[in-house]
C-alpha cells in the first residue's frame, strides 16, 4: 500500500554553504521546517532539484537521514533512490526503507538510452528487491527515454508503483494515464509552468520545486483548482509565470530557488557544477519577479498568495 497523496510535494534544495560548497546542515533543516510549515502535502529529500547528482554518497545518504530527522513523521517524506543500476537503486531503496519513508522516487537507469521495456525491468527489480512504494520519474532529459501510458501501466502491474511524476511536457499523459490506470496511482505534474493546466486535466498534485522558494504560491494554486475557481487560478499561474520560467534557462534551476529564498531570508548558499549561478541580467529579471508578487522580505510560509 501506498500514501494517497494528494496537492503540493515538494522535492527539497539542498543547501551548500558559500564559503565550502560542503553540505549545510543546519540550513538545511530550517529550510524543511519552512516547507513543511508552510502546509505542503509531502517532501522529496535527494530528488534532482537536491542535486543529488552532484553529491558523493556518503553526502547523499547524510541528507535523507537529517530530511528523516527534522520531518519526524510531521508529512510523508519519500527519498530520491535513483542510480544507474539496479543493484543501487534497490540500495538506496533499502536505505529509505531503514528511515522510516514513505516511498522512493526512481527514474529509469541514465547511462545512456534505456528501452522502454528495460525500464520496466527495472522498477520490476528494485520493487522485487525492497517492497517500498516507488515514484516513477518520468524524465526523459535525464534518462533518454519517454515512458508512455502503456508502460507505466506495465511498471503498475510488475512493480509496487504509489505514483508517477511527469517532467515530460506531455499534458495528454495526465488524462492517458488516469484512464489506463484508473485511479491506481498518484500522477503528479513535474513541469513547473504545467502544474495549472495540469491540475485542470485531472492530475493529483504538482512536486514543486518552487515549493522550496514559493510554497504558498503553489498551494493557492491548488486549492483554486480544486475549488473550481479557474479564472483566479488561471490569474495567479499568469503572475508566477515569469518566475517559473526564469528556473529553466541553462542550468539555473537550483540558483533561481537560492536567490528567491535568500530575498526572503533564508540564504541556501551555492550551487554545485554543472548548475549555474544566476548572470547579471537573469538576476536581475528574478528580482523583478519576485517584487512583482510582493515576495521581498517575506518569510517562506507566511505570505498570503489569497490576494494574488
Known sequence: ????????VVPLATPFAAATGDFDEATF?????????????????NAATS???????????????????????????LI?????????????????????????????????????DVAVEHFAG????????????????????????????QMAERANIGWVKLTTGVLDHVTGLRLSLDRRIGIYEGVDPLAFPSFCMGADGWVAGPGNMIPEIALELWRRVRAG???????????????LMSMREKMAYGSVINEVCRLRGIDPGVVRLPGCELGA??????????????????AIGAFDASGL
Open 1 to 8: 500500500m501506498h500514501e494517497k497523496l494528494t496537492g503540493i
Open 80 to 116: 530520491g533512490a535513483g542510480a544507474s543500476s539496479t543493484r543501487e537503486a534497490v540500495r538506496w531503496t533499502r536505505h529509505a526503507k531503514s528511515l522510516g519513508a514513505a516511498g522512493v522516487m526512481i527514474m529509469p537507469p541514465y547511462y545512456g538510452p534505456t528501452p522502454a
Open 126 to 153: 528494485v520493487s522485487d528487491g525492497c517492497d517500498l512504494p516507488i515514484m516513477i520519474y518520468n524524465a526523459p532529459y535525464a534518462s533518454h527515454v519517454l515512458l508512455l501510458p502503456e508502460h507505466i501501466l
Open 281 to 298: 541580467e537573469h538576476l536581475a529579471r528574478v528580482h523583478r519577479a519576485v517584487d512583482s508578487l510582493g515576495l521581498r522580505g517575506v
Open 51 to 77: 542535486q543529488f547528482s552532484s553529491m558523493s554518497d556518503d553526502e547523499r545518504t547524510r541528507v535523507a537521514e537529517v530530511a528523516a530527522e527534522q520531518v519526524a513523521g510531521r508529512v510523508p517524506l
Open 29 to 45: 533543516r530550517r529550510m524543511i521546517d519552512l516547507v513543511v510549515g508552510s502546509g505542503v502535502s509531502a517532501v522529496i529529500a
Open 229 to 243: 475557481e479557474t479564472e483566479a487560478a488561471r490569474r495567479l499561474h499568469e503572475k508566477a509565470y515569469p518566475l
